[in-house]
């Protein structure tokens, strides 16, 4: 499989300010960086806690709890980036952790 860039687009507060990009060679490594950015939120809420676990479901809450999250990934045949919305991204996430647990 060819790894696409892919462009991660988010806003995680209502405040247009906070809007943000994110860009990774594939999308393997786009769903990496919000797994990331989601166990960096953990550590943050427990600190004292070293070994932090979490459901995949827990993950959708946090992806859903964003204002706005949103892929561009690169289609080498159009030429073009194709956009994918939030429900895409936990499809992908769920199928990657699957892979990584298996």
């Not at 479901?57 to 980036?81: E, H």
Request: with cysteine.
């Amino acid at each position: 499989m060819v790894p696409k860039h892919t462009i991660v687009l988010m806003q995680p507060s209502q405040n247009r300010a906070s809007r943000t990009f994110m860009d990774y060679e594939s999308v393997s490594q786009a769903i990496d960086g919000i797994c990331g950015l989601y166990e960096r939120k953990l550590k943050e809420l427990n600190p004292a806690i070293l070994n932090i676990t979490y459901d995949v479901s827990d993950l959708y809450n946090f992806i859903d709890g964003l204002t706005d999250l949103s892929a561009l990934v690169y289609s080498p045949n159009a030429q073009a980036y194709v956009p994918y919305d939030r429900e895409w991204i936990k499809q992908r996430t769920f199928q990657h952790l699957k892979r990584m647990a298996g």
